[in-house]
């Protein structure tokens, strides 16, 4: 992780502090030097030190003033590669729960800001709120104990910047629909570590698009096999996307169905299709994938057999 590396030499550790909101009444230019530097004092760059692990929501302001999240309930895990840290939320807004993933890639100095994008996001319930656009820049800070998330042209401040603080939250078994988000997030992400880290070591996966000699679907049993197969599916497209329909508990404790539409480039349209999961002690020990729909309706695609007939020839005197 040359990037992380590059970050530890930049930074510090971080002194004790408390948790406060910074005086920007003066900031009235999104993109302005006050507005990209105002945040730094009393703080530090993060490290990679954060790698792995978990935060919960405090408080939050904007630039010009409070906003109201009272309704909120968001938690933050962290992760790492090459190119910056992903911090993958998991969020409840009145009915709408989300969990995504959003990328932050360091500048070249410990003043500079981070670039971030969305990478993926996964709605169920009733979500009514649009989410932050997906690529713009941003901080990551620390405040002593606490993690300091800043977004520049925050849909929720009116397009100024937003401050989210998080306090360290001890590990956390998650729930069977987080883990299943989680598995939604990272298979949009084409992350195949990160989706099968999500099984058990001796979990299993079921699919049908490989056969047994009798014509049955193909179970990869262990961790490696998973991975293997994620990892060569993820290969042979340049991109796809899953959309979670529902997810809902199964008849039996730990069993749980997630419905979902596909597409990827080398489809027509899209198919429907469904996982179930049987989910233990925070981790998943077997997910069957089944094809429930060859072919999803699309609005403004029709079907060869049903598209509209060709107007007829006119007369050869017109």
Same mark, same amino acid.
């Given at each position: 992780m040359r990037v992380l590396a590059a970050i530890a030499l930049l930074t510090a550790c971080p002194g004790e502090g408390e948790s406060t909101l910074p005086d920007e009444s003066g900031d009235l230019s999104v993109g302005s030097t006050v507005a990209s530097t105002s945040h730094l004092g009393g703080t530090q760059p993060v490290t990679p030190a954060v790698v792995g692990s978990q935060w919960s929501f405090v408080e939050a302001a904007c630039t010009e003033g409070g906003v109201d999240l009272? $309704? *909120? /309930? !968001?938690t933050m895990v962290v992760r790492g590669d090459d190119d910056g840290l992903l911090l993958v939320f998991d969020q409840t807004t009145g009915q709408c @729960?989300? @969990?995504?993933?959003q990328h932050f890639s360091p500048g070249s100095n410990p003043t $500079?800001?981070?670039a971030m994008r969305e990478e993926t996001r996964v709605r169920t319930g009733n979500c009514t709120h649009t989410p932050e656009a997906s690529e713009r820049p941003g901080d990551l800070r620390m405040r002593g104990q606490f993690m300091e998330v800043y977004v520049q042209r925050s849909a929720r401040c009116n397009g100024l910047e937003l401050k989210m603080v998080f306090a360290p939250a001890p590990p956390a078994e998650p729930d069977g629909q987080q883990i299943l988000r989680h598995y939604a997030v990272?298979?949009? !992400?084409? $992350?195949?570590r990160a989706v099968t880290e999500l099984?058990? $070591? @001796?979990? /299993?996966?079921v699919? %049908?698009?490989n056969r047994t000699p009798d014509d049955q679907p193909f179970r990869h049993d262990g961790r490696a096999q998973i991975f293997g197969w994620f990892q060569e599916s993820f290969s042979n497209t340049p991109w796809l996307a899953l959309r979670v329909i529902g997810i809902e508990p199964g008849e039996t404790p730990g069993a749980f169905v997630m419905d979902w539409h596909y597409m990827d480039p080398r489809l027509d349209a899209p198919f429907g299709g469904r996982n179930r999961f049987t989910i233990a002690g925070g981790e998943i020990f077997e997910a069957t994938l089944e094809i429930t729909q060859q072919e999803i309706a699309v609005e403004g *695609?029709? %079907?060869e057999d049903e598209a509209a007939p060709a107007p007829e020839a006119e007369d050869a005197d017109g």
């Open positions: 009272a $309704d *909120l /309930s !968001r @729960t989300e @969990t995504f993933a $500079d800001e981070w990272h298979f949009n !992400r084409q $992350d195949a099984f058990a $070591d @001796t979990g /299993s996966l699919e %049908p698009f *695609l029709q %079907p």
